[in-house]
């Protein structure tokens, strides 16, 4: 049986690109074009594609809503992103959406291939630098198990840590590289985003959202 796809492009030359690239494979069969992620979303129930190739940025509706709407409406459907960006933020609302998969326009025919075999048989592929795949994953599941940490920038994250662990303001300026009064305003923006005043509430929700670990009980047994 031949993977059923549709392309998802508001460039007619792209969506054209993609099905010449893609009717050169046997196993694949593109089986329409969509230019906007409403049209996407009628066309997967009429066609029941096996495989979504979804642009981001497209008019009336962008590729993120289309892909939480398939994702509720045609579980069965597997989509894969294709964009020019490839930042964490990008990645982070990507994996939200409940996206299978992310690859970069322009990459190379075969891996993009690969990663449409890869969806189709169920397993997530994510192509991008480890770095900001880190990053990207790291900030989804900080917004799912709190949702307050993604609003820190990551210069106030590493002073939570470090207030969390203890440190006085004074050697968090000597590790970070900055000064006690920066450490100041750093721990009061935290306090403001996160809504907790307290050193003692910080420490704890450092240790609930898994920026640092719990100390081990003493009289654990």
């Known amino acids: 049986m031949k993977i059923k796809i549709l392309v998802v492009d508001d460039h007619p030359i792209v969506r054209k690109g993609i099905n010449a690239c893609l009717s050169r494979q046997k196993q694949m069969h593109v089986v329409g074009e969509a230019s906007n992620g409403c049209e996407a979303v009628s066309m997967a129930h009429k066609l029941q594609p096996d495989v979504v190739l979804m642009d981001i940025e497209m008019p009336q509706m962008n590729g993120l809503v289309a892909t939480e709407v398939l994702r509720r409406e045609l579980p069965n459907a597997k989509v894969l992103i294709l964009s020019m960006c490839c930042n964490a933020e990008y990645l982070r609302r990507i994996v939200k959406s409940g996206a299978h998969g992310f690859v970069m326009k322009g990459a190379p025919i075969d891996e993009s291939i690969r990663a449409i075999?890869?969806?189709?048989?169920?397993?997530?592929?994510?192509?991008?630098?480890?770095?900001?795949?880190?990053?990207?994953?790291?900030?989804?599941?900080?917004?799912?198990?709190?949702?307050?940490?993604?609003?820190?920038?990551?210069?106030?994250?590493?002073?939570?840590?470090?207030?969390?662990?203890?440190?006085?303001?004074?050697?968090?300026?000597?590790?970070?590289?900055?000064?006690?009064?920066?450490?100041?305003?750093?721990?009061?923006?935290?306090?403001?985003?996160?809504?907790?005043?307290?050193?003692?509430?910080?420490?704890?929700?450092?240790?609930?959202?898994?920026?640092?670990?719990?100390?081990?009980?003493?009289?654990?047994?």
Do not use: W
Not at 177 to 187: D, M, P
């Open 117 to 221: 075999e890869t969806v189709h048989s169920g397993e997530l592929c994510f192509k991008a630098n480890p770095d900001v795949l880190l990053e990207a994953f790291y900030q989804f599941v900080l917004e799912k198990n709190m949702p307050g940490t993604l609003q820190l920038a990551p210069r106030e994250r590493e002073v939570l840590i470090c207030i969390a662990e203890g440190m006085k303001s004074k050697a968090i300026g000597v590790m970070l590289g900055i000064s006690t009064r920066t450490v100041g305003a750093h721990r009061e923006k935290i306090m403001k985003k996160l809504d907790i005043h307290e050193v003692a509430g910080l420490t704890r929700f450092a240790i609930r959202t898994g920026l640092i670990k719990a100390d081990p009980d003493p009289n654990a047994s």
